[in-house]
C-alpha cells in the first residue's frame, strides 16, 4: 500500500478510536447523575467523573485530528485498563470478562497507533520533514 492509502487508513482508524471516547464522554454528560451513582456503587469518588470526561473528550479531539496522537493514545490506553480494572474485573461474570477484554483491545489498538503514529493526514504531520528526509544518520 502506498503512504497516501496508509494515511487514509490511519486517519480512519483515527476517527473510529476517537468516536468511541466522544460517544463516551458525551454519553456520561448527559446521564451524569446516574453515572456518578454507577461510580460511587463501584467505590470510586464521584469528585473523579468530571476528570474522566475531560479526558475522554479531550482525547477523542486529539486522536480525530491528529494532534499530538501519541500523548493521546498512551493516555487514553492507561485510561481503558484503569477502568477494566475497577469496572470490569469480575471474571466470573461473562459479561464483565467480554468488557475487560473489549477494553483491553481498544488499549491494543490505541498502542497499535502510538507505535504506527497518526499518518500524513493528521495536525502532527504539518510541517514535518517527507519520510525520505527522516532517515537516521549513520554512525
Known amino acids: 500500500m502506498?503512504?497516501?492509502?496508509?494515511?487514509?487508513?490511519?486517519?480512519?482508524?483515527r476517527f473510529l478510536l476517537g468516536s468511541l471516547f466522544m460517544w463516551s464522554g458525551v454519553g456520561q454528560v448527559q446521564g451524569y447523575d446516574e453515572t456518578?451513582?454507577?461510580?460511587?456503587?463501584?467505590g470510586v469518588i464521584g469528585g473523579l467523573l468530571p476528570?474522566?470526561?475531560?479526558?475522554?473528550?479531550?482525547?477523542?479531539?486529539?486522536?480525530?485530528?491528529?494532534?499530538r496522537t501519541r500523548f493521546a493514545c498512551l493516555g487514553l490506553a492507561g485510561f481503558c485498563v484503569v477502568t477494566a480494572l475497577l469496572f470490569h474485573a469480575n471474571f466470573e461474570d461473562h459479561a464483565q470478562m467480554f468488557q475487560f477484554l473489549k477494553n483491553?483491545?481498544?488499549?491494543?489498538?490505541?498502542l497499535s497507533l502510538y507505535v504506527?503514529?497518526?499518518g500524513r493526514l493528521s495536525f502532527d504531520?504539518?510541517?514535518?520533514?517527507?519520510?525520505?528526509?527522516k532517515k537516521p544518520t549513520p554512525r
Open 125 to 133: 504531520a504539518m510541517g514535518a520533514p517527507p519520510e525520505e528526509e
Open 2 to 13: 502506498d503512504e497516501t492509502g496508509e494515511s487514509s487508513v490511519l486517519l480512519v482508524a
Open 36 to 42: 456518578a451513582i454507577f461510580l460511587s456503587r463501584n
Open 51 to 67: 476528570i474522566a470526561i475531560f479526558i475522554e473528550l479531550a482525547g477523542a479531539v486529539l486522536i480525530i485530528t491528529g494532534y
Open 104 to 110: 483491553a483491545a481498544i488499549a491494543g489498538g490505541l
Open 116 to 118: 504506527s503514529g497518526p
